[in-house]
Nanobody, 121 residues
Framework: QLQASGGGLVQAGGSLRLSCAAS????????MGWFRQVQGKEREFVAF????????YYADFVKGRFTISRVKSENTVYLQMNSLKPEDTAVYYC????????????????WGQGTLVTVSS
């Protein structure tokens, strides 16, 4: 089970940090991802991190602005979002996959409830 938190309202240029707490043991081979979704649009990949070795990968539109990390002892994944833009406004979801390093939301089998991020201009 995944529990996401940390969303809120922020002005453009500001920062937020999202958290995703996982219950139960996470395999080293699993990956944790962040996705986002705007109403009426498909869920899109933001970033993932491999739980074991910490390999990361980002969507082009967040490179240099967002950082994904994990703290194994806390069983938690974080998404630090800096230089936020109005177009980053969305519901952000964390998810887990055991299907390798993938950006496809259909490969993720466990999802958090989503946390809303609103960036005002």
């Amino acid at each position: 089970q995944l529990q996401a938190s940390g969303g809120g309202l922020v002005q453009a240029g500001g920062s937020l940090r999202l958290s995703c707490a996982a219950s139960g043991r996470l395999l080293s081979s699993s990956a944790m991802g962040w996705f986002r979704q705007v109403q009426g649009k498909e869920r899109e990949f933001v970033a993932f991190i491999r739980w074991g070795v910490g390999t990361t990968y980002y969507a082009d539109f967040v490179k240099g602005r967002f950082t994904i990390s994990r703290v194994k002892s806390e069983n938690t994944v974080y998404l630090q979002m800096n230089s936020l833009k109005p177009e980053d406004t969305a519901v952000y979801y964390c998810a887990r996959t055991t299907r390798g390093l993938t950006t496809m939301f259909t490969d993720y089998d466990s999802w958090g409830q989503g946390t809303l991020v609103t960036v005002s201009s």
